[in-house]
């Protein structure tokens, strides 16, 4: 069972649509992140939430939009998205002490037309 | 800034063989964590585990053990008496322990291939 759950787990939107991930962590953690991954890459870190707030990688594009309503919740909006956005959105959740790591979630494959 | 090199894209091993998949990174610290994790054709990625460098003693967690090298900056992964289940994307992760925002450094990726 995992303890961190991704809705939803496949998406196709056209680049003009607006669509949002929605990410749930169960384990009382305190940080949120998200990661975008190409096939057979590492993943690349985008957002992470500490007790809400936000640390963005300057290199995401401002057509992805994090959100952060509380500790165990996170949504990633996405408007205006182009074709090589295409990729699996990951969400983990760590303890705000990173020793134990990250947890991931199950990933959501988004496909933009 | 510390880097984390994989420089095995792909091994491949028989089942029951062992295989060792190499990690090396770089870092000006001197506390911090290190991380195998396995990702499956499913996709989900899972935490295999873990070593804190202050440690001396290697991690071990069932078949997964690690040979921690502090020193040489390198953690390499063994997987023991392999099964067809090992078959995944293995990245090395890395997190300083003052990284307040803990931006782990993930390797390029090692896809282990279990052969019957």
């Known amino acids: 069972d995992t303890e961190v759950t991704q809705t939803p787990k496949h998406l196709v939107m056209g680049m003009t649509n607006k669509k949002s991930l929605k990410c749930e962590q169960h384990?009382?953690?305190?940080?949120m992140y998200w990661y975008k991954q190409k096939a057979k890459k590492p993943p690349e870190l985008m957002f992470v939430?500490?007790?809400?707030?936000?640390?963005i990688n300057e290199s995401v594009p401002s057509r992805f939009s994090p959100e952060c309503p509380n500790s165990s919740l996170s949504n990633l909006h996405l408007h205006a998205l182009q074709p090589e956005d295409s990729a699996l959105y990951l969400c983990?959740?760590?303890?705000?002490?990173?020793?134990?790591?990250?947890?991931f979630g199950p990933g959501t494959r988004l496909t933009v037309l | 800034a510390q880097t984390v090199t994989q420089s095995q894209p792909e091994m491949s091993v028989q089942e029951a063989e062992t295989v060792t998949l190499s990690c090396t990174y770089d870092?000006?610290?001197?506390?911090?964590?290190l991380f195998w994790y396995k990702q499956p054709p499913s996709r989900q990625m899972i935490l295999v585990i873990r070593?804190?460098?202050?440690?001396?003693q290697n991690a071990t967690e069932n078949r997964f053990s690690v040979n921690f090298q502090k020193a040489a900056k390198s953690f390499s992964l063994k997987i023991s008496d392999s099964q067809l289940g090992d078959a995944a994307m293995y990245f090395c992760?890395?997190?300083?322990?003052?990284?307040?925002?803990?931006?782990?450094?993930f390797g390029a990726g090692t896809q282990v291939v279990v052969t019957p």
């Open positions: 983990a959740s760590s303890q705000v002490t990173v020793a134990q790591g990250l947890y």
């Open positions: 384990m009382g953690h305190r940080a």
């Open positions: 939430y500490s007790y809400e707030k936000l640390s």
């Open positions: 870092t000006s610290e001197s506390d911090y964590y």
């Open positions: 070593q804190e460098a202050y440690k001396q």
């Open positions: 992760a890395y997190v300083g322990s003052t990284d307040s925002w803990g931006k782990f450094q």
